[in-house]
């Protein structure tokens, strides 16, 4: 049931991010400055991907790829957003990767305590 779970909030933050990332005028723009919406939004992704991480008893080792996939999608949102009619920041990449890859830390680390291993 976690997993299950974990996998329904992971496509749910993904598509989350992509909407108010990729929209040309998503809802709630410039009700927080842009900043605190990249950390916000990619710490949700991060958090989420943590969760699918452990849910999933990856192995240590995969919690790299779960990173990657994470700064892949900051870079793949970023760099779609000169479709939309929005322009592209490195300023809010880094917000998106400090956001992303700062969750992914901690939200392992305290998941880590949480979800013991499943057993084969």
Do not use: N
């Not at 049931?1 to 929209?23: D, E, I, K, N, Q």
């Not at 958090?47 to 849910?55: E, G, I, Q, Y």
């Amino acid at each position: 049931m976690l997993l299950w779970a974990a996998r329904v909030a992971a496509l749910v933050a993904v598509g989350f991010a992509c909407y108010l990332t990729l929209s040309p005028e998503p809802a709630g723009a410039g009700v927080l400055p842009d900043w605190v919406g990249h950390l916000g939004i990619f710490a949700g992704v991060g958090a989420s991907f943590a969760l699918l991480h452990r849910a999933s008893a990856w192995p240590a080792s995969r919690l790299r790829l779960v990173a990657l996939a994470t700064a892949f999608l900051g870079v793949a949102t970023e760099v779609g957003q000169s479709f939309t009619g929005r322009d592209p920041s490195v300023v809010d990449l880094a917000f998106d990767l400090a956001g992303g890859l700062g969750a992914i830390l901690a939200a392992d680390a305290l998941l880590k305590r949480r979800i013991s291993p499943r057993r084969s």
